[in-house]
């Protein structure tokens, strides 16, 4: 957004809980509260949506979110708005599991899509799918990455003082996994993946941070599988980038993704990256050349990969820097001149 903003006055409609409301207060943008917390308050908030976009009268009214984009699109069509943009963050069409959510993603995607003027996706292979779901028309579709700015991240001082903190053994190699704890993230995958290396009685530790709906299944799991000598699950914390700093590998278990940023964030605080190779991953890892994937599900798989870096402290360095050189490719003046780019077409076709 800081940017976006130096180029574009910009308002941000939403219902106060997203992440994106605290860089708005940092940067001075101005807050429209709607209600749309919850689906069933989005039905309502439409109206209050359309209201205020007609009061405000945007140039470019930029959707996020699955629900959020289908009712922000409709509002901004009642409220007589031209140009509309529709960034995918959540690709829904993974999600269809039985007959009632293939409705429903079709449904929450293709109505945003024929409605707005742009669509963005983060990775080319969500993109591929919602063509190939002739939910959208190629020629409206971009691909804008996600980005990152090393220069952000944690210190080397921070890291060691998170390390003396958790008593983290220097004998011991640390894994880490930062993640929402959901079943997109996987995390079951990851320790039944674990349970293999626990019985190998390899000299290293799994340390989990995350929140989410899984907690307490996942939680439960660890001893169930006698694994909690060597596995922690810390919940939640506010200093997942600082845990990744501290790691000597960065364990990404996802089934799908549309861009992950662990993985972005683990090559720019020059760690060794493992992940599991399925799409919004593998565009950002290179297998064996600036990562490890594993097919996802493969626990065996997954163990071997664990197994090769724990015991090859030379094969992760070499990884390691390979990341970091991989992920300058991600960098924030390219994210943000994509999307410079395209507002700028935007406003010529107005123009003209």
């Not at 079709?106 to 899509?113: F, M, Q, T, V």
């Not at 958790?166 to 993230?185: A, G, H, P, Y």
């Not at 994937?293 to 197994?307: C, D, R, Y």
């Amino acid at each position: 957004m800081r940017e976006l903003k130096r180029n574009h006055q910009q308002i941000l409609f939403t219902s106060g809980r997203e992440t994106a409301t605290q860089g708005a207060v940092k940067l001075e943008i101005p807050i429209v509260q709607v209600p749309t917390s919850s689906f069933f308050r989005l039905f309502f908030g439409v109206w209050v949506l359309a209201l205020q976009l007609i009061k405000h009268r945007p140039d470019v009214l930029v959707l996020q979110g699955q629900w959020s984009a289908l009712f922000g699109a409709i509002a901004g069509k009642l409220a007589g708005i031209s140009r509309m943009v529709y960034i995918v963050h959540w690709p829904a069409f993974y999600t269809d599991w039985d007959l009632i959510r293939i409705i429903r993603n079709y449904l929450a995607e293709k109505i945003p899509c024929l409605l707005v003027h742009k669509v963005i996706f983060l990775s080319e292979s969500n993109r591929y799918h919602y063509v190939c779901r002739q939910l959208v028309h190629p020629k409206k579709t971009e691909v804008i990455a996600n980005c990152i700015d090393p220069s952000n991240m944690p210190s080397v001082e921070d890291a060691e003082r998170l390390r003396a903190e958790m008593n983290w053994s220097k004998e011991d190699v640390n894994l880490v996994c930062v993640s929402r704890i959901t079943t997109q993230k996987r995390i079951d995958w990851l320790l039944h993946s674990w349970k293999i290396i626990s019985e190998l009685n390899l000299p290293a530790k799994l340390w989990i941070v995350g929140w989410g709906l899984l907690e307490d299944e996942i939680a439960a799991m660890i001893p169930s599988l006698g694994i909690d000598s060597s596995c922690t699950f810390l919940g939640r914390s506010s200093q997942g980038p600082l845990f990744i700093k501290a790691a000597d590998i960065v364990v990404v278990p996802s089934m799908y993704e549309g861009h992950a940023t662990v993985p972005l964030e683990a090559m720019a605080c020059e760690k060794c990256v493992i992940a599991c190779k399925v799409d919004g991953i593998r565009e950002s890892i290179e297998h064996g050349i600036d990562g490890l994937l594993a097919p996802p599900g493969n626990h065996v798989a997954m163990a071997e990969a664990m197994k090769n870096v724990i015991l090859n402290p030379q094969l992760r360095l070499q990884l390691a820097l390979q990341g970091r050189k991989k992920v300058t490719k991600f960098n924030r003046s390219r994210t943000f001149g994509s999307y410079e780019r395209i507002f700028e077409e935007i406003k010529h076709e107005m123009d003209n």
